[in-house]
C-alpha cells in the first residue's frame, strides 16, 4: 500500500489541533471524509482542511468512502460501539486515550482487533515526543534504564459534578493515564510485578492524588506522582540509568547528565523541534507511525492490545493502597 485513505469520525477540538494537521502533512495519505454528528464542527473542518465529504452518519461514511483507516477521536464513553464497529468492519482505528472507560472494554476492543488482523492505535504521544525521545536515548546509550519518574500535577479546584464528563470516567483513567503509560513504557514495557500505592481525595468528592510505585519485572522501578490538587499543569520524566540521568519537561526543556559532571551532555529547548505544537508534542510522529503500520500491516507498541496493560496497570494502583 503506497497511498493510504483516511476517514476521520470526530472534529473536535484535540482532533482539530493535532490530528488532521498531522494527517493532512503526510504526502502519502488523503483525508476522505469527515463525520461528526454537530454540522458546524464538520464543515468547518473540512474547509479548514480541504475535505470534499462530510456525513452525520459514519457507517454512511466508511460504506461510502471505504477508506484504508479510521481515526474515532471522542469522549471516551461515546467511544466503545463505534470502535468495535470500526473493528468489526475490518478498518483499521486509532483512538485516543484512554482507548475505553474500563479496561475490560478495552481488552475486548484489543481482542476483537488481533482477531480480525486489524492494526489499533491509541493516543499516547509521550512515547513518541521527538524531544523526550532524544533525552531517553542519550540517557540510556550505555544501558537500560533502572528507574523513571513521572510527575503529572494539574491545578483543579474541587467540581460537582465531577470534571471529567460528570463522573462518566475517573481522572486516574482519563487523563493521568498519560504518565501511566509513559513511565510503563520508558521501563521498557516489561509485566508488573508489584504496585504499592497510595490515592486520596482531599478535599473533592473523587480521587484527586494517586502516588504509585512499582516494580517491573525487568527491575525497572516506576514511581509515579500524579496530583490534580495541586498549584498548576506540570508534566515532568526522569530517567536513570547507571551513570546517567535525563530530565524532560513536555512544556521546556530536556537534560541529561552522566558520571556526575558539571555540565549536561545534552541540553534542548522544547521547540527546538517546532513551534508547531502538533509536531514538538510528539502527534504527528505518534501518526506517521500509525500510518506506516497501516500499511505494513504490524501494530505500532501503542495498540489498544498494549495499552490494556496500562489500563490494567492504572487498575492496580486503584487496588494497590498501602492505607485501605
Ligand atoms: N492525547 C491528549 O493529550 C489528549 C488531550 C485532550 C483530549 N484527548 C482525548 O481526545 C478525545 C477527543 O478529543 P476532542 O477534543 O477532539 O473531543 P471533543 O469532545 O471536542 O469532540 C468530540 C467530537 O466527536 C463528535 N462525536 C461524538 N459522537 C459521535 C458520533 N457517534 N459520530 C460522529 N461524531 C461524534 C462530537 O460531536 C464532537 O464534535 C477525547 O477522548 C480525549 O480523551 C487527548
Redesign the pocket.
Known sequence: MNHVNVAF???????NAMHYPSLASFEDVEIVGI????ET?RTETAKKFSVDRTFAD?REMLEQTRPDAVYA????Y?LFD?AMNVIEGGFPVFV??PPAVTTDQARALGRRAEQMNVVTGV?F?RRYQPMMRRCYERTTQDGPVHQVVGSFYKHQEPADPHPYYRGAIDILR?DAI?VVDAVRYFCGSAPVRSVASEVRNLDAHYPVTFNALVHFENDAVGVMLLNWRSGRRFLNLEFHAKGACGFASIDGSASVWEKGDEEPVLQEQFNQESDEEYINQGFLAENRAFIDAVKSGEPPHNSISDAVISMDLADRIYASMINK
Open positions: 469520525i470526530g472534529a473536535g477540538g484535540l482532533a463525520c461528526d454528528l454537530d464542527r459514519y477521536l471522542m469522549p471516551p461515546h463505534i485516543e486515550k493516543g504521544q482519563c498519560h
